[in-house]
Each structure stands twice: as C-alpha cells, then as structure tokens.
Nanobody, 123 residues
Framework: VQLQASGGGLVQAGGSLRLSCAAA????????MGWFRQAPGKEREFVAA????????YYEDSVKGRFTISRDNAKNTVFLQMNSLKSEDTAVYYC?????????????????WGQGTQVTVSS
C-alpha cells in the first residue's frame, strides 16, 4: 500500500485544518491506520489511530477533544480533523498503515508511511 498525505498549511491559533491520507495498492480497509507528528528536534510521536472498520479510535492526551480521526474505506482515505489548533501542534504530520490486526500507538508497529504534510500554527 502507498500513502499520500495532504491538507497541511499555515493557520492561526484556534483555527482548524483537515488532513487527508489517500491509500493505493493493497486492501486499505483491512488495516488499522494512524497519524503521527514530528516537530523540529523532537522524535516522531503518536497523535491518533483508528481500527479497520472505524468503530474504535485512540488519541494522544494533548489532542483529545480537539482532533478527530475518521476513515472512508470506500474512498481509501483516512482523515484527521484538527480543531482549536495550538502553536504546539506545529509539526510535520504523517499517516501510517499497520499490517497487524490490533490498533497500535507506537511508530515501530506501523509498516507503511506517507510522505508527511507540514502543519504550522501561528500564535
């Protein structure tokens, strides 16, 4: 499977962005999907994940209540709706697919990565 992330940009604090991750190749709907981010000088960190059917979601504590992960298996796409953005959300955001059956929250448990999309939140 190949992943293509898009939707990043520059937004003021308090604003919103919607990231998309389009998948091509193997059966997208079989895999848990995740979003991660990496700020300058920091390690890549977990943001959100969703199971294959979209019925279970998981979030890093700092984004709970502000970010929503969802997926449309008919369109082979996973989304990350980001509201009430803060300057500390500034990072390159990556989508990833896991070939396992269980949703994971660590980078090592994801098998395929998209190229990343830059999100910059100005204060």
């Amino acid at each position: 499977v190949q992943l293509q992330a898009s939707g990043g940009g520059l937004v003021q604090a308090g604003g919103s962005l919607r990231l998309s991750c389009a998948a091509a190749g193997r059966t997208f709907s079989s895999y848990p999907m995740g979003w991660f981010r990496q700020a300058p000088g920091k390690e890549r960190e977990f943001v959100a994940a969703i199971n294959w059917s979209g019925t279970s979601t998981y979030y890093e504590d700092s984004v709970k209540g502000r970010f929503t992960i969802s997926r449309d298996n008919a369109k082979n796409t996973v989304f990350l709706q980001m509201n009430s953005l803060k300057s500390e959300d500034t990072a390159v955001y990556y989508c990833a697919a896991s070939f396992g059956l269980v949703v994971r929250t660590t980078t090592s448990e994801y098998d395929v990565w998209g190229q990343g999309t830059q999100v910059t939140v100005s204060s």
